[in-house]
C-alpha cells in the first residue's frame, strides 16, 4: 500500500489542521490506519489508530480529547482532525497502514506501535507557533 500524507502546515497554538491519509492502488478498508508524530530529537510515537473491522479507535492521551481519526471510505481517505494544538504538537506527522487482521479488535493500546504497521507515508510538518 502506498500511502500519502497531507494537510500539514503552520498554525498558531489553540489552532486547528486536519491531516489526510490517502492510498494509491488500494482500498483503505482492509487496513487499520494509524497516525504517528516525530518531533527533532525524538522517537516517534503513535498518537491515533483506526481499525477497518469495527470502526473503533484509540488515543494517546497526550492527544485525547483534541484529535479524531476518521474515515471516508468513499473517498479511501482516513484523517486526523487536530484541534487545540499546542506547541508541543509540532512534528512530522506519519499514516501508516496495518492489515486488518494485524491489529486486534476492539482496537487498544497496541495500535500504537510501530510494530503492525507495514505501509508508511513520507510524512508531513505540522509547526505550532506559541
Known amino acids: 500500500v502506498q500511502l500519502q500524507a497531507s494537510g500539514g502546515g503552520l498554525v498558531q497554538s489553540g489552532g486547528s489542521l486536519r491531516l489526510s491519509c490517502a492510498a494509491s492502488g488500494y482500498t483503505l478498508d482492509y487496513y487499520a490506519i494509524g497516525w504517528f508524530r516525530q518531533a527533532p530529537g525524538k522517537e516517534r510515537e503513535g498518537v491515533a489508530c483506526?481499525?477497518?473491522?469495527?470502526?473503533?479507535?484509540y488515543y494517546a492521551n497526550s492527544v485525547k480529547g483534541r484529535f479524531a481519526i476518521s474515515r471516508d471510505s468513499s473517498k479511501d481517505v482516513v484523517y486526523l482532525q487536530m484541534n487545540g494544538l499546542k506547541p508541543d504538537d509540532s512534528a512530522v506527522y506519519y499514516c501508516?497502514?496495518?492489515?486488518?487482521?494485524?491489529?486486534?479488535?476492539?482496537?487498544?493500546?497496541?495500535?500504537?506501535?510501530?510494530?503492525?504497521?507495514?505501509?508508511w507515508g513520507q510524512g508531513t510538518q505540522v509547526t505550532v507557533s506559541s
Open positions: 483506526s481499525s477497518s473491522v469495527d470502526g473503533s479507535t
Open positions: 501508516a497502514a496495518a492489515p486488518w487482521s494485524a491489529v486486534r479488535v476492539p482496537i487498544n493500546q497496541a495500535c500504537l506501535s510501530e510494530s503492525p504497521y507495514e505501509s
